[in-house]
């Protein structure tokens, strides 16, 4: 009896610890989002989110130009990036049990881990200096390199979650391979695919550093994929620079945009995963 007492006071101190460390890992985020929302949300009005920025020093303006460039950047780089990743993840899924398909798959771990100015830099030398612009384009390049890795990897294990029956009972009717991957694999792994592909939007949305290098920021509208953009990272990072409060006021209110932004693309990809796993 003594032993059994023991043990279910181990189990609640266990349980206990587990919990104490689970709301240490969350007070950062819910910390994060109570400094942004109290900040951010007197900056939001219609000006704000219609209107671009204005003079230096004086009130007034919004970020519209930011959103405009960071949806246009988000569709160039998923139009490069998902692609190339779903392509890799079925190679690697269906052909990648060789010696090619390993350096591949290490090569992509590799990619995965590069720090995003690295990445920018090189797009700035392949790209921006050759073509002698700063440009969409080239932030899109540059994304993209981020996102292939992630669409890759979470195509490759949703297709290898597909049960090797289906490919069998596929081509045992005399359906070719590659019918069989497009028609019944990709199919039955879709939910994994858009899910991951979701993921890695939410994760390039954020990103700074190689925008900077490719895209350089612009107080204006789109005006064509040769010329400099705006972003809603970039936006930020340029109101934060500035010594004025209505800047800061703005900055937060763009942070809070961008919050927004991730939390729908990670919700999104959060509600895909849930249905797919209840109708299993």
Not at 197 to 207: C, K, M
Request: aromatic letters at 8%; hydrophobic letters at 50%; one cysteine or more.
């Amino acid at each position: 009896m003594r032993n059994y007492k023991i043990r279910k006071f181990k189990d609640k101190i266990a349980y206990l610890a587990c919990l104490f460390c689970a709301l240490i890992a969350t007070l950062p985020l819910i910390s994060i989002l109570l400094e942004v929302i109290k900040n951010g949300f007197p900056a939001l009005n219609i000006d704000f989110f219609t209107k671009p920025p204005g003079a230096v020093g004086e009130p007034g303006g919004g970020i519209a130009n930011a959103i405009q460039g960071t949806l246009i950047l988000l569709g160039l780089t998923s139009l490069i990036g998902v692609p190339i990743g779903v392509l890799s993840g079925i190679f690697l899924a269906e052909f990648g049990d060789n010696n090619f398909g390993r350096l591949v798959r290490l090569s992509n771990n590799i990619l995965a881990q590069f720090p995003s100015i690295v990445i920018g830099i090189f797009v700035y030398l392949v790209v921006v200096i050759p073509l002698g612009s700063f440009s969409p384009l080239a932030g899109a390049i540059s994304l993209s390199i981020i996102m292939i890795p992630i669409v890759t990897r979470t195509t490759e294990e949703a297709l290898k979650l597909v049960p090797n029956t289906l490919r069998e009972a596929s081509m045992a009717l005399g359906v070719s391979r590659w019918r069989t991957i497009i028609s019944i694999v990709l199919v039955s792994a879709k939910d994994g695919v858009v899910t991951g592909t979701l993921l890695s939007i939410a994760r390039i949305v954020g990103e700074t550093a190689p925008l900077i290098m490719t895209i350089l920021g612009s107080q204006w509208f789109f005006s064509g994929l040769n010329a400099p953009m705006d972003s809603l990272t970039l936006r930020i990072w340029r109101l934060a620079l500035q010594p004025y409060e209505y800047a800061h006021q703005q900055g937060w209110g763009a942070a809070l945009v961008l919050i927004l932004l991730v939390l729908f693309f990670n919700v999104s990809a959060r509600v895909l995963t849930r249905s797919k796993y209840r109708r299993v």
